[in-house]
Nanobody
Framework: QVQLVESGGGLVQAGGSLRLSCVAS????????MGWYRQAPGNQRELVAS???????NYGDSVKGRFTISRDNAKDTVYLQMNSLRPEDTAVYYC?????????WGQGTQVTVSS
């Protein structure tokens, strides 16, 4: 059974930083793409950042230049370094991992940025 376990969320003041981590386990297949999505109350879930196994990255427009995604393939772990946080970054952040066949989600971790 595939599990994605997220950590690192919390409360931070505007301008501060947080680092999210997500460890994936239990898959028979490689995780080709791993990433982070977020969902604020009343909004749709949106892409924050994704990274392929070969380290190609993709970022949502609102986080470019502030957030950095990275991964450790040996540990099936993906990280999200979030700098210069803004109140509008407040959301539940979800880890995502995709094999060639299936797509998996973590349980979500709350990030709250106070002004």
């Amino acid at each position: 059974q595939v599990q994605l376990v997220e950590s690192g969320g919390g409360l931070v003041q505007a301008g501060g930083s947080l680092r999210l981590s997500c460890v994936a386990s239990g898959s028979r297949f490689w995780f080709n793409t791993m990433g982070w999505y977020r969902q604020a109350p009343g909004n749709q879930r949106e892409l924050v950042a994704s990274i392929t196994r070969g380290s190609s990255t993709n970022y949502g427009d609102s986080v470019k230049g502030r957030f950095t995604i990275s991964r450790d393939n040996a540990k099936d772990t993906v990280y999200l370094q979030m700098n210069s946080l803004r109140p509008e970054d407040t959301a539940v952040y979800y880890c995502n991992a995709a094999t060639w066949r299936d797509n998996y989600w973590g349980q979500g971790t709350q990030v709250t940025v106070s002004s």
